[in-house]
């Protein structure tokens, strides 16, 4: 089996070399990666630091390890690429194609990719939108419909709350959440502060079976888990959706930032914020 | 001045695309980008179809787009490269070596680096640590310190909850927050809930300018935004942190991502979760 210690290298907070990287050794299936992320190598003194930690890597494993960077500047990128493993640079193969598309020479500057100074307008609208989400959860604060660019509506632990956070942080997207409850499935109906906003409301649907299992790791025992009462709700749930046209998604087998980017695409919604 | 429509094409979500495309983007100083993401591009006809917005573009504007990709079957990709636009795929770029290195075969799937498939363990993680977040913010749940991994400290509108939702969402991380307020200026004491976590405290600080700022955006006017107000609290606070011996780190300049890491790296606490 193939097994290898994988270094992530960053000037900044690592994120990017991450997800670089990340989206990479997902395609090797099978295989053992142990990671390991390095941030903030911003001089020569951390590089130096960072090309010991490889090489004793190498050393102790006999083989050399994976090496992603995002490093920036041409000075600490040369360091790293003395290091004793594979190097993959995303600069390195990317910075020189795009410079001669554009006619111009990139600026080498660290730490713009997840900085604030970049775009403060956008940095307060995701705080905002943050903020709209956490005053927004649950039906909470009804009276904020109005801000919502989307409603998700759906039983307790249908992925709601996540969701939203993830919409507001990621897109800066105002989203608010209803939980459907008791009240709606007796009364056949949405409540009518949800009347003006029909437009933006998204159902949330969910296989009872993992609804079921998510709800027991919850909380233990109660009418809340049992097969019955998921199947109940759920049921209920999918009538109000088909009665209010409220179009739907299945998150069962869903990452959070899949639900996310597949609402987004389906509303056709405006990102107003990009990380 | 640089001007370019710029297409982020994946199979899945968008992120990883996203992602990179957008660190390389801030490479370019004073270039001006319109940003277009096609998420979901898994089949032949969401493929042309892509194709075709890349062409129309590049025929309205005179100039070919830049397109960053993630696809990661060969037959969408080689559609792809055949758009008027210039190219630049991740895969392309970086799987080969990597199958070199590793001695075997990518698997060439779709949708692992955000799917939740690939390790529920981890996507439970990160939804327990999210409502962690959720229910030890602001001091509400002051019985639930024992499971935090870090409690973050700071006056009000210093950054604390959109940095908790972060550590949970990115890293799986437990993180509470306890808001500093005039109960603790006035008694210059940490309440008695935190004596056994000292260690876990980690504060947060913000020059005072900003620090108005965005209380001023949130509230319009009162006590809460005025200069005095702002410098007293950061006072205080700043008192309270050295007496208590509470490491801080100063958000003013810093994005979410930047402080989230930032603590990741001097706390030494390990991620329980990567997206």
Do not use: W
Not at 39 to 50: Q, T
Not at 91 to 98: G, K, T, V
């Amino acid at each position: 089996m193939v097994q290898r210690t994988v270094f992530f290298i960053s000037d900044q907070t690592g994120v990017t070399a991450e997800t670089f990287g990340q989206s990479l050794l997902t395609q090797f299936d099978g295989a053992s990666f142990n990671r390991i992320t390095i941030p903030f190598v911003s001089n020569r003194k951390k590089a130096e630091e960072a090309v010991r930690k490889i090489n004793l890597t190498a050393e102790a494993e006999g083989q050399r390890p994976l090496v992603f960077s995002t490093l920036v500047h041409d000075e600490l990128r040369d360091m790293l690429h003395e290091a004793n493993g594979l190097y993959l640079d995303f600069f390195d193969a990317f910075l020189a194609p795009l410079e001669r598309e554009l006619g111009v020479k990139s600026s080498h500057t660290t730490g713009r990719a997840h900085g604030m100074s970049a775009n403060v307008d956008a940095y307060n609208f995701r705080i905002e939108a943050t903020n709209y989400a956490l005053n927004n959860d649950d039906g909470a604060h009804i009276k904020d419909y109005g801000k919502a660019d989307v409603i998700l509506v759906g039983v307790s632990r249908s992925g709601k709350t996540p969701t939203c956070l993830y919409m507001a942080m990621q897109y800066g997207v105002f989203a608010a959440n209803y939980p459907l409850t008791e009240e709606e499935f007796e009364s056949g109906k949405l409540p009518s502060a949800l009347d003006s906003h029909r437009k933006k409301l998204y159902g949330l649907t969910i296989n009872s079976q993992r609804l079921q299992q998510i709800r027991k790791e919850r909380l233990d025992g109660g009418r809340y888990a049992t097969p019955q009462q998921v199947s109940f709700e759920l049921r209920e749930a999918e009538k109000l959706f088909k009665k209010y046209g409220v179009p739907t998604i299945d998150t069962t087998e869903m990452s959070v930032e899949e639900i996310a980017s597949t609402i987004l695409e389906h509303t056709g919604l405006e990102r107003r914020f990009r990380p």
